[in-house]
């Protein structure tokens, strides 16, 4: 017997033990009215309360399971409530038959006031979709035949309706009858317990058929369950307003700096900004005026931080991998609170707060321009029509004789990076007298700031002009492009699903990027290899193919016994043919140099979207599917890239119309397949980081120094709400994936006319391919999707993925990811035997936020043959000459000894 004080108007539980045994029907009775003696029944005038109720259990693992709904009833009513958690519990017991039970558990609530008694029906068929649906626990029926129910049969007059109670029960089956499905209400003493209707999907066979509970469809095929079904819910990408005015509230700033032994250090700081009436408004902050480069900067960052400049903001070329780096420290001192956005190791954006006063606040924001216009400042402004970036001896200052009052003779050329004799002559004709060291500076940082500015302003006209829409609010390039998608392009209609928590944790393992791979490592004397360029590969996907919209349907079974086109995103068990050349099917796997993404033969498991599935079953592939998600189609992009593609197509190359085209196009994707999970980040006293470690899942601090800490954190799963909230972010992982599954499968139809065609291919990148031979003529073209050559080689090294060189009778072409400065052919060629390698000394930066500085230091670059995506063939001199597949049993890589026994 529990002696707790009867409490009222309180949460309580009562726990009855019951030992690891089984729970049966007399359990649940003498735990209930065990239950009722020791509460309900101790109270005085216990007729005047009544109860909320619900049944859980414990188990021995110490997690409780619900198994009712909480349930209302008086002092009065036990022999009911007793039936109907009997029945929860038979409807229930199968879901956890395997399940160690330490105690049933009554969680309840004693209040004053006797009240109509509510026992509310059972609305779930399961708990979460974390765990597979199990239908067999809830002792349904699986025929519509009602007279083949384990029960007596009573029709009304007509046949319309009819009862069946269940043997040994007290479960009624009230049913209503139509012509191709039928309404069930399974009722115990007047209390509806469960709700579901029956729908034919054979009329010769009741037993193949379709049961609908609340919004979850269980589909019979003979008797037997072949998919379980539910509707998941979520809220839809919605429009946006598009803006009436444009802002100009935004300024430019640009730091120069120098090496000095290993260490980069700042040197000049400059901003720029037009004032209302047009007029340049330039600043520059120069070392030699003060006694660190930190006060420099402190300078030139508060003379910003006025109420003029109250939600301006603030851009940098290539703010995020290199000026935040020094003045993360510094804004961090200045600013009354600072918010950081960071993904990917990126700075977004960096909100700095000043001025706060009881009466006022003040905001700046430090943004990054390449992350709207993603080339050069020196093509940016040859793009948009302005000044051009000046020359300067970079080298020069990095010379630690040289002070920072130089006043002499103009630098030899060998300080100036990439110029001609010409332009060096031209440049020394402009300057008269002495060249001084300070004002050059000033000059060309204050010039950076000007072109960008009037690059940023040409812009956000030129945008504002096409779209609505004013740039200043938008910090990247996929969050703008995204704005005109949601202001000019959606439509009502297209419900693009937001997707979050554990749905998109499912689908995001279909997620996956072009395929890169290796096959032949280079070609004979006397064969010509011809590389193809897809044009926008992307966008054609986008305009052309069915994009995965609506609401998500999760369903378990294999979905293509009941609908052979099953539309959407499938985890499913793959037997890849034992004699494909070229896979087209990958998968990220284990290999001896880490985890790879490749395309292998054999057998594994895996999530892919269903378009890429039936596109591998013509090459031989067979699969199983277990679960999934099915969405409807639409064509949801086609306005968008007609319309940009239209406006690329029209404008002349270089101007700002054809830039900002070619942009839009590439950088919308993406940003429906991001993360909605990142972390966050803040800047705070270090006395108060301990608030952080207490309350949330910190991922990473970087101690600044000054008594201030980046924090990166994110708030623990457990304190997550999964599955119940839909998410508001417009993140949309479906469409991401569904758009780059439907480029490989263009992949591969061009890598089966290649085969068709009895052509090698020597290489392959997500939307490029060389061959020894030319492609069918009808998949060259200027139309989206069509194929351009670009190089006709004569001689080809393939190395690696992202490694290669060719060579025609005019030009050399290397690429080499990674390496700042290029090497020939020539060099290239010996790498080809196996074991050789090529070491090259370059240059690479090391960045300390925490000290706000880069090192520079010259390391080595190893160039060598890799086989992380294909194994790779040598013949006996030991010259790589060929690749072929991985395979994988069960998912796991195959080694060579595997291969040959």
Known sequence: MNTTKIKINSWENYDYPINNQLIVATHIETALKSFWIDTFDQLDSADNYHIRIQFKFLTTESEYRSLSYIQTVNHTDLERLINNFKEYWDLRNDDYHNTSIKSIVFTYKILFGKVGSRLVQHKKVINSLKAPFKFGGFKLPKTMDITKWSGNIKFDEDYSKAIVYINKSLREYHVSLFDNYQEIKIIVNNDVLLEFTDTVNDVYDLSSFTRTIKNQNYIFVNGELIVKQIDRKVNFLNTITK????????????????????????YCVSTYYEDGDGIDRPRSFYLSDYTTPEAMMKDAVDSLLTSKFDGYKVYLHNFSNFDAVFLIRILSELGQKIRPVIRDGRIINIALDYGITKYTKYTIYFRDSYLLLSNSLKDLAKNFNVENKGLFPYSFVNDPNIKLNYLGLIPDIKYFNGITVEQYDEYCKTIHGLWSLEYQTKYYCELDCMVLYKVIKTFSKQIFELFKLDINKYPTLPSLALAIYRSNFLKDNFKISLIDGTMYNDLKKAYSGGMVDVYKPTNEPDTKVFSYDVNSLYPFTMRDCPMPIGTPKYFEGDISKVDPNAFGIFQVEIQAPDNLKYPVLQTKVQTPNGNRTIAPLGNWNGWYFSAEIYNAIKYGYKFNILRGYIFNKGFIFTE??????????????????????KLLLNSLYGKFGMDPENDKHVIINSDKAKEYHNNFVVTNVIDLGNNKELISYYKPVSDKIENNKPSSKNISIPVALAITAYARIHMSVLKRSALSSNLDIFYMDTDSLSLNGELDPKFIGTELGKLKLEHIFNEVIYLAPKVYAGKTDTYEYVKIKGLKNPISFDE????????????????KWYKHIDEGLITVKNEIYTLMITDNKRELLFNETGNFINTKPYVLSNGLLLTNKDNEQ
């Open 243 to 266: 803006d009436e005015s444009l802002s100009d509230n935004f300024i430019t700033m640009d730091l120069e700096t120098r090496t000095i032994e290993g260490k980069m250090q700042q």
């Open 828 to 843: 290239m060629k010996p790498l080809l035997n196996k074991g050789d390698s090529l070491q090259i000394n370059q240059e």
């Open 640 to 661: 968008y890239v007609d319309f940009l593609y239209k406006l690329k197509a029209n404008s002349t190359k270089g101007t700002p119309n054809y830039l900002i085209a």
